[in-house]
């Protein structure tokens, strides 16, 4: 399996510009996660799905946030517009109930990317 | 509200030492405490993880030890090796498929 699979590993834009990042899961998962890490705050959860459905979005700082989950093999997460606080790594993790020891229930995070907003 | 405080910040750990990190939580209703590990430019990958059932558990050099009533969990690495320099978190949750809680990482290096 190739594993959590994230687009673009890297993206510099400037501010007031659209984002989109971009995760496929690890095929079989349903459970999805976006993460973002920082400095100052660590890795800190912004929204979670459960089979393509949002669970918990508590997590999304504003409503320049979003995000979409339209098949078990895609989600995207956008920032519109951006801003330099938004400068980051974004990880996308799955995970699955099934399956036995180690890979049962283990969140598998993908490369991230890393986002810079000039 | 931090749910899971790690300590410490950072470490430096003579090679075939034990390196010890240390973390507590808040919230009674996790069951579920993994170790992630992480090296520079990569995403965290599972190193252990622990459910509170259970004291103790080793795999390999790594050892979770795990104090219900304390509410604390610690990550024991043996014979710590060079490679094992990277940055360390520990996390909670109240299933393996909700949501992490992470403490803010150690960053663990391995001197010859």
């Known amino acids: 399996d190739a594993g959590v699979i994230q687009s673009p590993r890297h993206e510099v834009t400037e501010m007031g510009q659209e984002v989109t990042l971009r995760c496929k899961p690890i095929?079989?998962?349903?459970?999805l996660f976006w993460y973002r890490q920082t400095m100052m705050r660590g890795l800190e959860l912004l929204i979670y799905f459960n089979n393509n459905v949002p669970i918990d979005d508590s997590g999304m700082p504003e409503d320049r946030f979003s995000a979409k989950m339209p098949n078990a093999s895609f989600s995207t997460l956008k920032i519109q517009p951006s801003e330099p606080r938004d400068s980051a790594v974004y990880f996308c993790a799955s995970s699955s109930p099934r399956g036995s020891g180690r890979a049962r229930e283990t969140q598998y995070f993908g490369p991230g990317t890393r986002l810079l907003v000039l | 509200q931090q749910q899971v405080k790690q300590s410490p910040q950072s470490l430096i750990v003579q090679k075939g030492g034990i390196s010890i990190i240390n973390c507590a939580y808040e919230n009674t209703a996790f069951d579920y405490f993994p170790w992630y590990q992480q090296f520079p430019g990569k995403g965290p990958a599972l190193l252990i993880a622990?459910?509170?059932?259970?004291s103790e558990k080793k795999e390999g050099r790594f050892t979770i030890s795990f104090n219900k009533s304390a509410k604390q969990f610690s990550l024991h690495i043996m014979d710590s090796q060079p490679g094992d320099s990277a940055t360390y978190f520990c996390?909670?949750?109240?299933?393996?498929?909700?949501?992490?809680?992470f403490g803010k990482g150690t960053r663990l290096s391995v001197i010859a």
């Open positions: 622990i459910r509170p059932d259970v």
């Open positions: 095929s079989g998962h349903n459970s």
């Open positions: 996390a909670a949750s109240i299933s393996g498929n909700t949501p992490l809680v």
